[in-house]
């Protein structure tokens, strides 16, 4: 027998679901020629109630990432609780587990979402063409992320390296965009997904997105780089599926490909793309303000001085960086600033702009 998984490995983009919703009749016709058991989202009761009885079994769809393993596959059919093994295919006593994708498309074509954009492309190809299909500019993108279970990092230097695909989606990392952020997202994502059973994949995985986090919000440490190095080699090892291994592989990857940006975040509080927030001072420009006085309202540390028709200045001792006076602001006066900061009176002056 084999194991037919069509498990979301990313909410977002149900790849082998959509497929499955749009097969359901070659689907049916399959299952009772061949020796397979479909695994489908507990969920998905269209799915369930429309193929044959007994060709399927329904599974918790708040993870998916331990589904892409034989062994927990195994366990699920045994109405256990669905724990990986370490290192899927290796057991010989379980069934094999095949991409639902792959079964019903066959395994030379992929389907890969790059961002939201829906990608059809050959199993073998180049992260270049990838996002050429996208329409996403490689110039204007430092690195891809190739999802779990690839869980790889691709810098511009490899786009044109070949890749075969087993990822349901693609992040691109844009130049404008924060790296630490985007491996803040990809850990919390696997936070999500862990099993919970041993203490590196469990506990090293929290002090890994944790460690992220503060660097994201101005809480990081300068002892948080090293503690990286040394614990993720070790959850990597000592971790009993793959999930904290991939997990650890993240970490020491984005470590090797933006350790300036890290650092930077880290050791000097500071966002050189500008997009985390609390590592950002605001200012409001003299050139945009008309002394509207709708920051003032929205500032609840009172950290804005103004009045009316005069520029406002922003207390940069009493913000909090919580960016509201931002995101109220009608007339984009209000700005973040990494580095480089524009100049701003240090009181109130009469506005120049109505």
Request: hydrophobic residues 40%; contains cysteine; negative net charge.
């Amino acid at each position: 027998m084999t194991i037919v998984n069509f498990m979301p490995l990313d909410r977002r983009h149900p790849v082998a679901l959509e497929l499955l919703r749009s097969h359901l009749d070659e689907a049916a016709r399959r299952v009772a020629e061949e020796d397979v058991l479909l695994v489908v989202p507990a969920s998905a009761t269209d799915v369930a109630e429309t193929l044959p009885e007994g060709s399927c079994v329904t599974a918790d769809d708040s993870f998916g990432y331990v589904y892409a393993n034989d062994t927990a596959c195994a366990q699920l059919l045994k109405g256990e609780k669905p724990l990986p093994s370490a290192v899927s295919g290796t057991t010989s006593d379980v069934p094999p587990v095949i991409s639902g994708e792959s079964w019903l498309s066959g395994a030379g074509k992929k389907i890969v979402y790059v961002g939201d954009t829906r990608v059809e492309a050959a199993a073998t190809t180049t992260v270049g063409d990838l996002l050429g299909a996208a329409g996403v500019a490689t110039a204007a993108v430092k690195a891809v992320y190739l999802d779990y279970p690839q869980c790889q990092f691709v810098t511009p230097a490899h786009f044109t390296d070949e890749v075969t695909l087993s990822c349901d989606e693609a992040k691109a990392i844009g130049s404008d965009d924060c790296a630490v952020e985007a491996v803040r997202s990809i850990l919390e994502t696997f936070r999500h997904e862990s099993c919970g059973r041993c203490v590196f994949g469990n506990e090293g995985g929290h002090q890994l997105f944790a460690i992220f986090t503060d660097a994201c919000t101005g809480k990081g440490q300068d002892s948080d780089i090293a503690l990286i190095r040394d614990l993720a080699p070790v959850m990597a090892e000592q971790s009993l599926c793959e999930i904290g291994q991939k997990m650890a592989s993240v970490a020491e990857q984005a470590l090797d490909l933006f350790g300036d940006e890290i650092e930077q975040h880290i050791s000097r509080h500071q966002c050189p793309t500008g997009k985390c927030r609390a590592l950002v001072t605001y200012h409001i420009l003299v050139s945009h303000c008309n002394g509207c006085g709708k920051c003032l309202d929205a500032c609840e540390e009172e950290a804005i001085e103004g009045k009316p028709k005069f520029v406002h200045v922003v207390n940069q001792r009493a913000c909090t960086h919580c960016g509201k006076c931002l995101d109220v602001c009608p007339k984009g006066a209000v700005v973040t600033a990494g580095l480089k900061k524009p100049k701003t009176p240090p009181h109130p002056i009469p506005c120049r702009v109505k």
